[in-house]
């Protein structure tokens, strides 16, 4: 079992940054390519990123590419969004997922997923 927290998320003006941390426990952190999806209100969850265990492959959904980076520290068992020039349409529910194999994280395959965390960015 992983267990994962999100934290980070908050109110950003248009144009701000934010950085989301997940922190996981459980298992081997290094093992687990991990990834992040969001939910805005009335909307089906969408991949955001994920990255491989190893920190050198990392894939991101083409509305955020050039302004989100994922990375993560496995020393510290945590994985990170960083979000630069935010947008209105950035506002959702940001949550942090674990699987295996980094393809698993893009099919949304997932076993592992945190309760998320909310980002939301006026204009």
């Known amino acids: 079992q992983v267990r994962l927290v999100e934290s980070g998320g908050g109110v950003v003006q248009a144009g701000g940054s934010l950085r989301l941390s997940c922190a996981a426990s459980?298992?081997?952190?290094?093992?687990?390519?991990m990834g992040w999806f969001r939910q805005a209100a009335g909307k089906e969850r969408e991949f955001v990123a994920a990255?491989?265990?190893?920190?050198?492959?990392?894939y991101y959904t083409d509305s955020v590419k050039g302004r989100f980076t994922i990375s993560r520290d496995n020393a510290k068992n945590t994985v990170y969004l960083q979000m630069n020039s935010l947008k209105p349409e950035d506002t959702a529910v940001y949550y942090c997922?674990?699987?295996?194999?980094?393809?698993?994280?893009?099919?949304?395959?997932?076993?592992?997923w945190g309760q998320g965390t909310q980002v939301t960015v006026s204009s």
């Open positions: 997922n674990a699987a295996l194999n980094i393809g698993l994280i893009t099919k949304r395959e997932s076993p592992y």
């Open positions: 459980g298992r081997t952190f290094s093992n687990y390519a």
């Open positions: 990255v491989s265990w190893s920190n050198i492959t990392a």
